[in-house]
């Protein structure tokens, strides 16, 4: 069935884009070859947020040669963020499970199969873990002191997020999740953070409406530098996204409580003014003390 616009997609891959033109035409050619090859129905979302380079074209030439294919390019009109564009494509996928991986296909498309088995045994959210035992790292030599300054603070980053908005969860950095949409569609309207946050606050979302997240070892390739993200200078920026992902989760958000439900964080209402009642002529009035 694969990328057949002739059956209903059960299945929704999602690759958010920005500035790839480097390695965007293998992306694409490798995700269309392997969704083509497996047995289920898929539909590709391929989201570009505002790129400034070639990618715009190229994914313009991509989403023409396969017109008759359930593949869908998005073009954001400016640059708001990996959050937004991956929410973005997350509100337009009609599969019942949702994918969504770096463009950069730092995970090989073999680990997806192991998020796909995790949601088949019944996890509602499936996400890849890079520090599990069974994960692997395949690196470039030239990157080796670059990974451990990088690998360091993102565990500092990561004991962060576990401290203040998603507890037991060892890795949410990692580019590569799946979800079961039913569960996930209730919560993206709830969602603001536009960043690279944003992974924490879905997780967060799910978490506060109990839902099932497991974690996946994967195998990792490190061997370029495609991150926009700048650790020094945007710490100040993630902690503030993770401070307002626990206050909204706090106040009661993300579980979609009316006002009525969140007593514990909200001032309670005034009594509402009652009519003094009129004395009885039946009844003596009390005299006044002096």
């Known amino acids: 069935m694969s990328l057949s616009t002739l059956t209903p ?24 070859a392997w969704l083509t090859a ?33 593949v869908t390019v998005l073009r954001l009109p400016r640059n708001r963020g990996k959050g937004f564009a991956v929410r973005s ?42 520090v599990l035992p069974e994960s692997t790292y395949l690196i470039s030599p030239k990157f080796f002191s670059y990974l451990y300054t990088r690998h360091l603070m993102g565990r500092m980053f990561n004991l962060l997020c576990r401290i203040l908005t998603v ?25 603001v953070i536009d960043g690279f946050p944003f992974d924490v606050e879905i997780l967060r979302a799910l978490i506060d409406r109990r839902a099932s997240i497991r974690e996946v070892p994967v195998s990792f390739r490190y061997d370029s530098e495609a991150t926009t993200v700048r650790f020094t200078l945007d710490a100040l920026i993630m902690v503030r996204d993770l401070l307002r992902v626990r206050a909204r989760s706090l ?11 969140r007593r514990a964080w909200s001032v309670p209402a005034p009594p509402a003014p009652t009519r003094p009642r009129r004395p009885d002529s039946r009844e003596s009035p009390r005299p006044r003390r002096r």
């Open 9 to 32: 997609p059960e299945k929704t891959f999602i690759v958010p884009v920005y500035n790839a033109a480097i390695f965007i035409d293998r992306t694409l050619r490798d995700v269309a």
């Open 38 to 70: 497996r047995p289920e129905a898929w539909e590709l979302i391929v989201v570009d947020d505002a790129s400034t380079d070639s990618t715009p074209e190229r994914l313009e030439a991509f989403g023409a040669a396969h017109a008759a294919e359930a």
């Open 89 to 130: 494509a997350l509100a337009r996928a009609r599969g019942a499970v949702i994918v969504f991986t770096d463009c950069d296909l730092a995970y090989p498309l073999e680990n997806v199969d192991r998020v796909l088995a995790e949601l088949d045994r019944g996890a509602e959210a499936a996400i890849a873990c890079r």
């Open 167 to 191: 507890p037991r969860l060892l890795d949410t950095q990692a580019g590569l999740k799946g979800f079961r949409t039913p569960v996930l569609r209730p919560v993206l309207d709830s969602l």
């Open 251 to 261: 106040r009661g958000l993300y579980r979609g409580e009316p006002a009525s439900a």
